[in-house]
């Protein structure tokens, strides 16, 4: 009998984990999301200034949050993230903004990517 409630409580702080980490993980996309969504409105609009300081704010809030994400998420993503927002912080920077809004692009991407590989659904169960 004490085996049993032992597995079960076990079994409901993995519940509460994983329901805590995709909540975590859906607040954090959508932030970011935005932020970017943000940043391709400067750009498009060439607030170069105003963008670059968005740029560096999102490349620091990424690298603080990325900790906590990197626990529960494959490293190759956030690598993936890291590695555009440090291509973007340069291309707002010298102002290119073909590049800067293909990046903002692909970031979008990747954390809509990010997100879905958290889903619970058929396929990533199997």
């Known amino acids: 009998m004490r085996n049993l409630v032992i597995s079960f409580l076990i079994f409901i702080i993995l519940i509460i984990t994983i329901v805590f980490s995709i909540n975590f993980l859906i607040s954090k996309t959508n932030y970011y ?23 560096t704010d999102f490349l620091n809030g990424w690298e603080k949050d990325s900790k906590k994400i990197s626990i529960f998420i494959n490293h190759f993503h956030i690598d993936a993230i890291n590695n555009e927002i440090l291509k973007l912080t ?34 990533n169960i199997f």
């Not at 935005?34 to 498009?44: C, D, G, S, W």
């Not at 340069?90 to 800067?100: E, P």
């Not at 809004?101 to 590989?117: G, N, P, Q, S, T």
């Open 90 to 123: 340069q291309y707002i920077k010298y102002q290119d903004k073909s590049d800067a809004l293909a990046i903002i692009h692909d970031i979008k991407f990747l954390l809509k990517v990010l997100l879905e590989m958290e889903k619970v659904t058929i396929s």
């Open 33 to 55: 999301s935005e932020k970017a969504n943000q940043l391709e409105t400067l750009v498009i609009q060439d607030s170069w200034d105003k963008a670059y300081d968005i740029s």
